[in-house]
């Protein structure tokens, strides 16, 4: 592979960027239907379904370290020329979370009463919560083997496949959705039926696509001992990083719940905005890992170093703009959510704080993806932990001294958005300063 000029790295990282943005949409979609049709059942119902959702979110949250290790191995050895053993490592990661999905479904359907009885809702509340869960723990093997499919094409360097899956994927939910809770009158059984069908469609439509490509590249269907302990020992630093992670998302709940309910509610919005901004920085950042991972394969770190330094800067500038965005909504953003003037002057605070700090996520983001592209997830996982170190105290100061209100927001959006954000980006940035990450090769 020759080094490309500047404008055909520009539509390289455009025609794997937009596409991936496309279906990182799509995925949040699956619970906006479920919210919308699942309201009209009533409170009870749709409080069971936020108790559900919130314990679906975490585990799923959990194992998307199955796309992250996948994606980097695929395209290491696509790359490298070796399209046959890069289908392979991706089928062999789809095998893993198959099975680890099995595993999960069994356990959580067994403990499904007492995950529910832990959030200590009204029995009405409960048992629709309960109904839920249990059916919907037997499509967590689905999303998991899903993770997998999309980061063996998303090496393969094949970003619309799954934007196509994820698009009917969403339109089959919502007319299942429809079908089973109003057309059956299954309530909101009916709904989480629906979805678990949509979700085994997509693996339907996955093991497809990856039977064609194991077919046109001479790879085995079978599992493979290598690809499995290789996707294992990678996934496994990647569980630990994505685990420091929620670690320090659940903290910082933890200090808003502290400082008043009105500012739990406003953390709430501030980190909704931010969440929105960060799908295209992910799309960017997919963009980076499948770029990285088959320049590294195929040994060439000039490549990967003007990857680096285009997504880098492109991750900035989006920062820039979005933040000059969000300060100049940041008035009537919490009017929008709430309608509550009150609740809009509480956020305003806290949302030009994240505004200005969004130049520094985006570099941060850029440079998660360049890593996890080239499979430095050892390094990954452990700067995960020694970020915490520097933004644990700063939670337990804002806690301890900053109080309610505006300030007292603004205080803890600094924290996040400032100190936990600062420290990855140090650690991250002190990392590709170096070359040791950019071992090449298959």
Do not use: C, K
Not at 53 to 70: C, E, K, N, R
Not at 269 to 288: E, K, Q
């Amino acid at each position: 592979m020759t080094t490309s000029p500047p404008e055909t790295l520009n539509r390289s990282i455009l025609r794997l960027a937009v596409p991936a943005l496309g279906a990182l949409i799509a995925e949040p979609l699956f619970l906006i239907v479920d919210a919308a049709m699942v309201g009209h059942l009533g409170v009870a119902p749709l409080a069971g379904l936020g108790v559900a959702g919130a314990v679906l979110q975490t585990i799923v949250g959990l194992m998307v370290f199955l796309a992250y290790s996948t994606t980097p191995a695929v395209a290491r050895r696509f790359g490298a020329g070796e399209p046959g053993r890069a289908v392979s490592v991706g089928i062999d990661g789809m095998w893993l979370a198959l099975a680890l999905g099995a595993v999960l479904a069994a356990a959580g359907s067994l403990a499904t009463s007492g995950i529910v009885d832990l959030f200590g809702a009204a029995p009405d509340v409960a048992e629709n919560a309960r109904t839920y869960l249990a059916i919907s723990m037997w499509g967590l093997p689905a999303m998991l083997v899903v993770f997998a499919a999309t980061g063996l094409l998303r090496g393969m360097q094949d970003t619309v496949t799954p934007l196509w899956i994820a698009g009917l994927g969403f339109g089959a939910n919502a007319l299942l959705n429809a079908l089973f809770i109003y057309g059956f009158g299954w309530g909101i059984a009916g709904s989480a039926i629906g979805t678990v069908a949509a979700q085994w469609g997509m693996v339907g439509a996955y093991v497809l696509v990856a039977r064609r490509l194991a077919r046109r590249h001479s790879a085995s269907l079978r599992p493979q001992r290598e690809g499995l302990s290789g996707t294992a020992r990678s996934g496994g630093w990647m569980f630990l990083r994505t685990v420091s992670l929620r670690v320090a998302l659940l903290a910082t709940v933890a200090v808003a719940t502290g400082l008043g309910s009105a500012e739990l509610a406003g953390w709430q919005i501030a980190f909704t905005i931010f969440s929105t901004a960060a799908f295209a920085l992910d799309a960017l950042a997919i963009a980076a890992q499948a770029l990285v991972g088959r320049a590294l394969g195929a040994e060439q770190n000039d490549t990967v170093d003007r990857v680096l330094r285009r997504t880098s800067a492109w991750g900035v500038w989006f920062g820039v703009i979005v933040g000059a965005v969000i300060a100049a909504a940041s008035g009537v953003i919490g009017l929008v959510f709430t309608g509550d003037a009150a609740i809009a002057a509480l956020i305003q605070p806290a949302l030009l704080v994240l505004a200005v700090a969004q130049p520094l996520a985006g570099f941060v983001f850029v440079l998660d993806g360049v890593l996890i592209g080239a499979g430095d997830a050892r390094y990954l996982a452990l700067a995960g932990v020694l970020n915490l170190v520097p933004y644990v105290p700063a939670l337990v100061l804002v806690a301890l001294f900053a109080g309610g209100g505006p300030a007292g927001l603004a205080w803890l959006a600094a924290a996040f958005f400032g100190v936990y954000m600062l420290a990855r980006a140090l650690t991250l940035g002190l990392r590709v300063r170096g070359a040791a990450w950019m071992t090449a090769g298959a």
